[in-house]
């Protein structure tokens, strides 16, 4: 038993072609990894097609329609090959966002909560969120809906954005990748995990 969904590309590739050159098909991945994928920003498969199928250990198969002879990409339960090819997802117009409470006490739950509904009100979704002592910052993308959560912010906290950022993602990332990926770039904000690196770029 399988699904295979159809599509004018033969595959998830590990990177947006109109963006990097030499892109390279993921030809076997894990539900787990095409889900983070997803999650960066990966357009070829929503999170909300794989989880069912992961929860039944249904293989899931991606083809193309325009290329019937291509092997696609396969998905499912196997994990061995996630790490063999890095992923580079790179997400366009994003705002930077650094919310202060107005006396420079710590943030703390109280703060997190009333941003976070903020948020949810405004119907805002937050790409990455980082807090220091005294600010909380997000990247969201540059839309009307930000802009009008900005000017509410203000009315609760001191706030700072930065505009035409780039926001960088790099799964299974190695030093002179980042490095040649971020040469000449003001780094805004750096994250990193032992799988995942981040970078807010401009």
């Known amino acids: 038993e399988s699904v295979t969904i159809w599509k004018d590309v033969p595959g998830m590739f590990n990177a947006d072609p109109k ?8 030809s076997h991945i894990s539900y787990r990894e095409a889900i983070e994928l997803s999650y960066f920003g990966a357009s070829v498969i929503h999170p909300r097609t794989l989880q069912p199928l992961q929860r039944k250990h249904i293989p899931l198969y991606v083809r193309s329609f325009a290329e019937l002879g291509a092997p696609g990409s396969t998905i499912d339960d196997r994990s061995e090959n996630d ?3 890095p992923s580079f ?6 705002l930077l966002i650094s919310s202060s409470p107005r006396d420079l006490s710590f943030v703390v739950e109280d ?3 009333r941003i976070f509904a903020l948020f949810a009100e405004h119907g805002v979704k937050i790409e990455l969120m980082q807090n220091s002592a005294v600010a909380f910052s997000v990247v969201v993308d540059d839309t009307v809906r930000a802009r009008d959560l900005i000017e509410r912010l203000r009315q609760e906290f001191d706030v700072r954005y930065n505009e035409g950022c780039e926001l960088l993602t790099v799964r299974h990332f190695d030093e002179s990748t980042l490095k040649h990926l971020t040469k000449g770039r003001e780094v ?15």
């Open 188 to 202: 805004l904000v750096e994250q990193r995990s032992r799988v995942t690196a981040r970078f807010v770029l401009r």
């Open 83 to 85: 790490s063999l090819i």
């Open 89 to 94: 997802i790179l997400k366009p117009k994003q």
């Open 111 to 113: 703060h997190l909560s």
């Open 19 to 26: 963006r990097f050159p030499e892109t390279k098909l993921l």
